[in-house]
């Protein structure tokens, strides 16, 4: 069965809503006893938030027309020691920053902060870290080719 409908979808709102969906889970979470913030969450949270980011996220990079198949794409809340031949998120404005997106993390609010990498020709720049508020966040998908994408045509 051939389906021929795409979803138009800002990189910034695919972060955005996944970033949404993990603010929902917290009071969940609490109520489990589940700890979800910086420096308390383990595995528990690490494999909610992981399940969540390969099904929302990565999910869509996949049936996204833009990306060429089998596109690999860095892992959420991981920091890796180059970026090169994988895909990740970066944000855009932030001026004279190469960075990858790392995660989201909390300042005052759940999730409210984003957590980037600095680069350094696609290589992580060792313990060099910068968080800044989530809501003034343009992010773009940076291809492992280099080929920067802030719009997606998702397969639905």
């Not at 959420?76 to 932030?94: Q, R, T």
Request: charged share 20%; proline share 5%.
């Amino acid at each position: 069965m051939e389906n021929n409908d795409f979803l138009e979808l800002s990189i910034s709102t695919l972060l955005l809503t996944f970033r949404d969906a993990l603010s929902s889970l917290v009071p969940h979470a609490e109520t489990l006893g589940i700890p979800w913030k910086d420096g308390d969450a383990y595995d528990d949270w690490d494999n909610i938030s992981s399940a969540l980011f390969k099904s929302m996220v990565a999910r869509s990079i996949q049936y996204a027309k833009e990306c060429p198949d089998n596109t690999p794409l860095a892992p959420y809340d991981i920091l890796i020691p180059s970026y090169k031949g994988s895909a990740y998120f970066s944000v855009s404005n932030i001026s004279n920053n190469k960075n990858a997106f790392v995660k989201f993390s909390t300042s005052e609010n759940p999730f409210d902060t984003v957590m980037l990498a600095c680069l350094e020709d696609a290589k992580f720049k060792k313990n060099e870290m910068i968080y800044i508020p989530a809501e003034n966040c343009i992010f773009d998908l940076v291809l492992s080719n280099g080929e920067v994408i802030d719009n997606l045509n998702i397969s639905v």
